[in-house]
């Protein structure tokens, strides 16, 4: 019997109404466990409850804390498994996915849209579901398992705000599915002899700007006091409004003299940037140092840029960094 640590770290599944009617996490992980009394059977499991938070409060520290106390138990274990709201669970699996490289141990994330305390709830299932996929000989890597889908952590989005189907696996195959509660696996374990390493730093100063119709180039200097990378979520493949003579150009320009690294992406859900179709998009692919996110998801594109600033603050070193794919993250 294969041993797992499971570690909690509240969202909906731990939930239960507090005295204003609000759900808050409440329940412990021994709690937890004993709501699904069949995964006794199903492997030897060790419980650690590392925080009880709505995973909207979920962010880098506790990310870096994560990887932590995975790589302090790493050769105790067969696997692990992570109760995770579902909120920031996509963010999250993506920054295990750059902190933990080369793992060759399953690390799977799950939690539900309704607490294990409700009598119909999805949350047992996605558990049992997570624990089943663990232990079997298929398990690798980093996966979210969620309503019977084991999604790779680089590929994962939460798609759907209540519904028991949130996630979805963006422009890749999902790993493996279950199918009357049998699991059926489509992508192999990569073949990989690297030794398994943990990262530690993650730089936060990371931002998000999604642009709109008539956005006004000055909110690139208005940032740049407490940035040190911008992604830029642009209309279809990608571009910049206002041509080559126009101020987003221009600050673009002079955010990427500054030292500041430049993502380029796209508000489209799938299928991705391409700054080589389109003139908006090519005059922004030629400005020394831009990047460009491809088919990445969002969470990806934010967590990997957060791990490269991490590791190097010289721009270069970051971008070849960020540049380089990690765990099907990007397809070139």
């Given amino acids: 019997m294969k041993k797992i640590l499971l570690i909690a770290t509240g969202g909906t599944i731990a939930c239960r109404p507090s005295e204003n009617g609000a759900l808050a996490p409440a329940l412990s992980v021994k709690e937890i466990l004993e709501c699904v009394p069949e995964l006794s059977g199903l492997a030897d499991i060790d419980k650690f409850q590392l925080f009880d938070l709505d995973s909207t409060n979920i962010g880098p520290s506790e990310w870096t804390a994560l990887a932590s106390v995975i790589r302090d138990n790493y050769d105790g274990y067969d696997g692990f498994v992570i109760l995770h709201g579902t909120d920031t669970m996509a963010y999250t699996a993506a920054a295990l996915c750059y902190l933990i490289q080369h793992n060759k141990k399953p690390i799977v994330l799950t939690g539900s849209q309704k607490s294990i305390y409700n009598r119909d709830t999805d949350a047992r299932n996605n558990l049992l579901s997570a624990f089943l996929y663990v232990v079997s000989e298929y398990a690798f890597g980093i996966h979210i398992v969620f309503d019977g889908k084991v999604i790779l952590g680089t590929r994962s989005r939460k798609v759907r705000s209540k519904s028991f189907n949130a996630f979805?696996?963006?422009?890749?195959?999902?790993?493996?599915?279950?199918?009357?509660?049998?699991?059926?696996?489509?992508?192999?374990?990569?073949?990989?002899?690297?030794?398994?390493?943990?990262?530690?730093?993650?730089?936060?100063?990371?931002?998000?700007?999604?642009?709109?119709?008539?956005?006004?180039?000055?909110?690139?200097?208005?940032?740049?006091?407490?940035?040190?990378?911008?992604?830029?979520?642009?209309?279809?493949?990608?571009?910049?409004?206002?041509?080559?003579?126009?101020?987003?150009?221009?600050?673009?320009?002079?955010?990427?003299?500054?030292?500041?690294?430049?993502?380029?992406?796209?508000?489209?859900?799938?299928?991705?940037?391409?700054?080589?179709?389109?003139?908006?998009?090519?005059i922004a692919r030629d400005l020394p140092g831009v990047l460009e996110a491809r088919d990445m998801t969002p969470e990806a594109v934010v967590t990997k840029l957060m791990w490269a600033l991490g590791q190097s603050s010289d721009p270069r070193t970051a971008g070849k960094l960020f540049s380089k794919p990690v765990l099907h993250d990007k397809l070139d």
Avoid at 194 to 208: I, M
Avoid at 238 to 263: I, K
């Fill in 168 to 282: 979805s696996s963006i422009d890749y195959p999902e790993t493996a599915v279950f199918r009357d509660g049998k699991l059926i696996s489509f992508l192999p374990a990569p073949k990989d002899d690297s030794p398994v390493r943990f990262y530690d730093r993650l730089d936060p100063a990371v931002f998000v700007l999604r642009l709109v119709p008539g956005m006004d180039a000055g909110i690139f200097s208005a940032l740049m006091p407490k940035y040190h990378a911008i992604v830029i979520e642009g209309f279809g493949v990608g571009g910049l409004p206002g041509g080559p003579e126009g101020q987003l150009l221009s600050a673009v320009q002079s955010w990427l003299s500054s030292g500041r690294l430049a993502v380029f992406s796209t508000q489209v859900q799938h299928e991705g940037s391409d700054l080589s179709i389109y003139e908006v998009g090519r």
